[in-house]
Every structure is written in structure tokens, then in C-alpha cells.
């Protein structure tokens, strides 16, 4: 199989022919059908996370087809299949025991313990594989993997914010948008200052105001989503929440946080993270999606390009969520 191999932190990606892996116990092998490109793949190639495996096939937003079961698997051959970050987890550790397995100090990462999706096949444990609603299709589905589930999870740890400021208009917010709309929430976007694109796209998926992340919102608000990789946002973010308000922190990696005065944390603000995704965090959102409906906005590419697209994210260029078609 063809698949893009990451063999030094740092980069680049590089085409290599696998041989095509062979489930164990418990796993399925999937067929990838589209998988999304996600700010923390930039990460890992850029080497800015810590411990990747190498070499690494990355990817952890992956829709794909069930090509081969073992004996008493819950999926069947042809079964259309998700597999996000969390691959798996010890199941008896304290944070796995009190719902929280996104914490589990040995948890397994998709694309960065163990291989992703940026390949034709993949094997992954069938017990951390969601089963995929009907109506819609593979590219437009794969980016709900990681950048819907962390905006989902990052929407719920802002509690009942009715005036919710993101940060970072890519494709956790575009998702996140519709969803905080969906619920009745008054959403505003900050994006990079000029980016006037983003704040137009941000306006029509339902954002009352849009502005640079360096603007006044023209009121204050109950909550805000930092998804864009960048410590300035957190003071400005604690500025513009309301007395009790709340800022969340969804990305995995963020440059230093500048020091800031205690009078913008004070009011019972809180100041939060959101790490990695539950299973029930996956099966909430997938269950809401069509309900919705989400519709999210891609731009595909095939797998040889994974480095475009990579730079394309890392640029600023990508408009919603890139994905790669193997
Ligand atoms: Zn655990
Ligand atoms: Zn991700």
C-alpha cells in the first residue's frame, strides 16, 4: 500500500510502499476512504510534541470502509468505520475508571503512537472505531474526527455560555459554529487581524460579529474557544469574557503565554484546557450531526500531497478543513 511516512521529527513526509498490515486481536483493518488533515499533524512533523513513534504514518481523522475482521468482531466487512485520536486506553487506571480515559496516563494516540490514516489501510482497535451515520459523504465527514470531536468537547467545558467568542477560524470553529448556533448561542470569531476571508466565512456560518483577534467585540462575552496555537490569545481571551466567564484552550500545543495581570483572571474567570476526546465525546457529536445538520467545508487532496496541504494549514491557507483522498 501507499501510504505518507514521517521518519525524523522535522520532516518532510515521504511516499513509501508498506506492506499492508494485519489486524491483531481486537482489531479491524480499515480501508481509508478520506482522512483529514489536523493542526496537530503540523505539529508532530514540525516536531513540536514530544514523543512521536518514528517512523509514523499520521492521520487520526480517518472515514474509512471495514476490509477485514477477525472472529467475533462487531463490525462486519464493508462497514463504514471513523477512527479518531484515541486509539486506546488501559480501561483500569483512576482516570480511565472516572470517565475521563482522555486522561489515562497510558492512553495510545492515532497517528502518533501508533500509525494513521495517511495511508490506503490502517488496522485500529475495534472498541475505539465509531460506527458512521449515513449522508455524508467520506471528505466531508472526516474532519467531525478530531477537529468536530475537540470543538464539541472543548463547547461542552464552556458550560452554558449564551455568548461564545472562538478563536481561530479553521476547522474546530467552522464546526463548533454550527453546532453553538444550533443550541441557540450568539457566536463571535476573532481570526487573524485582516484576515478578512475567514471573517467572512465565519459571518456565514452563522457568526453575529467577526473581527481580528486584536478588536473589541462589541459586547462582553460568557465563554471563549481558543483553537489557534497562539499564548497572546489567552490574555486577550481573559479580557473580553465577563465577570464568572470562561476561556478554553482546545489546541494541543501553544507558544509561551504571556504574563498578564491577575485583575483579568479575577471575577471567577476560569481559565481552562480541553485534552484529547472520550469515546462518549465521539458518539455525542456523531449522534448530533445529523440532526443538525453539519456540513463542513474541505478542500481535498490526494495522499502524495500531504506536504502541500500540511503547508497549505500552516500558511493560513486552507479555508475550513483539508483532507486527503488515498
Ligand atoms: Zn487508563
Ligand atoms: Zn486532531
Redesign the pocket.
Given at each position: 500500500m501507499r501510504a505518507m511516512r514521517l521518519a525524523t521529527a522535522g520532516g518532510p513526509l515521504e511516499q513509501v510502499e508498506l506492506p499492508v498490515p494485519e489486524p491483531g486481536p481486537g482489531q479491524v483493518l480499515v480501508r481509508v476512504g478520506a482522512c483529514?488533515v489536523?493542526?496537530?499533524?503540523l505539529h508532530i512533523v514540525d516536531g513540536e510534541l514530544a514523543h512521536p513513534r518514528l517512523p509514523l504514518v499520521p492521520g487520526?481523522?480517518v472515514v474509512g470502509t471495514v476490509a477485514h475482521v477477525r472472529d467475533g468482531s462487531r463490525f462486519a466487512v464493508g462497514d463504514r468505520v471513523g477512527v479518531?485520536?484515541l486509539a486506546w486506553t488501559c480501561g483500569s487506571c483512576d482516570y480511565c475508571r472516572s470517565g475521563r480515559e482522555n486522561l489515562c496516563d497510558r492512553a495510545r494516540f492515532t497517528?502518533y503512537d501508533v500509525d494513521g490514516g495517511y495511508a490506503e489501510y490502517m488496522v485500529a482497535d475495534e472498541r475505539y472505531c465509531f460506527p458512521l451515520p449515513a449522508g455524508m459523504d467520506d471528505v466531508s465527514f472526516a474532519p467531525l474526527?478530531?477537529?468536530g470531536?475537540?470543538g464539541w468537547r472543548a463547547l461542552v467545558a464552556a458550560g452554558d455560555a449564551a455568548r461564545l467568542g472562538v478563536y481561530g477560524f479553521g476547522a474546530a470553529a467552522h464546526i463548533v459554529t454550527q453546532v453553538a448556533r444550533w443550541q441557540g448561542r450568539r457566536v463571535f470569531a476573532f481570526t487573524r487581524p485582516g484576515d478578512a476571508d475567514a471573517q467572512r466565512f465565519a459571518a456565514e456560518l452563522g457568526a453575529e460579529w467577526a473581527g481580528g483577534s486584536d478588536a473589541a467585540p462589541p459586547e462582553a462575552l460568557d465563554a471563549a474557544l481558543i483553537f489557534a496555537p497562539v499564548g497572546a490569545l489567552v490574555p486577550a481571551a481573559l479580557r473580553v469574557v465577563t465577570k464568572g466567564g470562561t476561556v478554553v484552550c482546545a489546541g494541543?500545543h501553544m507558544s509561551e503565554i504571556p504574563a498578564f495581570p491577575y485583575e483579568i483572571l479575577w471575577g471567577e474567570r476560569t481559565l481552562r484546557s480541553v485534552a484529547n476526546l472520550t469515546r462518549r465525546d465521539g458518539e455525542e457529536l456523531l449522534r448530533l450531526a445529523p440532526t443538525i445538520p453539519l456540513r463542513t467545508t474541505t478542500v481535498a487532496y490526494p495522499l502524495a500531497r500531504a506536504g502541500d496541504a500540511l503547508a497549505a494549514l500552516r500558511a493560513g491557507r486552507i479555508t475550513g478543513a483539508a483532507v486527503l483522498i488515498p
Open positions: 483529514g489536523c493542526r496537530t499533524d487520526h481523522e479518531s485520536w497517528g474526527l478530531c477537529a470531536l475537540i494541543i
